[in-house]
Nanobody, 124 residues
Framework: QVQLVESGGGLVRPGGSLNLSCAAS????????IGWFRQAPGKEREGLSF????????YYTNSVRGRFTISRDIAKNTMYLQMNNLKPEDTAVYSC?????????????????WGQGTQVTVSS
């Protein structure tokens, strides 16, 4: 049974950092496409970052490129999203996702498995 369990959200001041974790079970993080999404109140879900299963290539949306970093630890079977220089507009519920269908998935509809979501609030 595939399961994703997130942790690491919270309240942070503008300019601060958070590292979100997503512990995987039922599959290995180097065999599935993985991604991070967020959804703010009243807004559509936004894809932030994605990693190709075969070679670990990382991709970012423009709004987070240069500030966020996606990674995976195969030994711990965990994926991460390191978020630096956070801004108030980064406030949202963040979710990890995994798909075994393709090596790289950027469309939320194609992801089969989702974490429970973790709240990130950026405020002074």
């Amino acid at each position: 049974q595939v399961q994703l369990v997130e942790s690491g959200g919270g309240l942070v001041r503008p300019g601060g950092s958070l590292n979100l974790s997503c512990a995987a079970s039922g599959f290995t993080v180097d065999s599935y496409a993985i991604g991070w999404f967020r959804q703010a109140p009243g807004k559509e879900r936004e894809g932030l970052s994605f990693m190709r299963s075969t070679d670990g290539s990382a991709y970012y949306t423009n709004s987070v490129r240069g500030r966020f970093t996606i990674s995976r630890d195969i030994a711990k079977n965990t994926m991460y999203l390191q978020m630096n220089n956070l801004k108030p507009e980064d406030t949202a519920v963040y979710s990890c996702a995994a798909s075994g269908r393709y090596s790289l998935v950027t469309n939320a509809v194609i992801y089969d498995h989702w974490g429970q979501g973790t709240q990130v609030t950026v405020s002074s």
